[in-house]
Nanobody, 126 residues
């Protein structure tokens, strides 16, 4: 069973960039489709971005399209989220998630993911 640990969160100003990482262990990383979700205080956990097992298929929420880039390195068991032009509304706890998936599949629903990290806080000040 895969374990996931996020890192890279912090406090930044609007317009800045931040790169989140998700380190995976305990499983065959290339077997898992991966995703990023975020949860702001008092709100639901929302989809941010997803990537397929091979890293050649990605999908983004409209709110982050063009600003965020998801990527993975199967040799290093790592996934990343490059976040540019950050906005105050991007403030949330960011979670990485994993699920055994079809090679080309990307998944945007919480219920599709069986494994979750503990989250990393991202705060964007105006």
């Amino acid at each position: 069973q895969v374990q996931l640990v996020e890192s890279g969160g912090g406090l930044v100003q609007a317009g800045d960039s931040l790169r989140l990482s998700c380190a995976a262990s305990g499983g065959t990383f290339s077997s898992y489709a991966m995703g990023w979700f975020r949860q702001a205080p008092g709100k639901e956990r929302d989809f941010v971005a997803a990537i397929n097992r091979g890293g050649d298929n990605t999908y983004y929420a409209d709110s982050v399209k063009g600003r965020f880039t998801i990527s993975r390195d199967n040799a290093k068991n790592m996934m990343s989220l490059q976040m540019n032009t950050l906005k105050p509304e991007d403030t949330a706890v960011y979670y990485c998630a994993a699920q055994i998936g079809l090679f080309s599949g990307v998944y945007s629903q919480k219920y599709e993911y069986a494994h979750w990290g503990q989250g990393t806080q991202v705060t964007v000040s105006s």
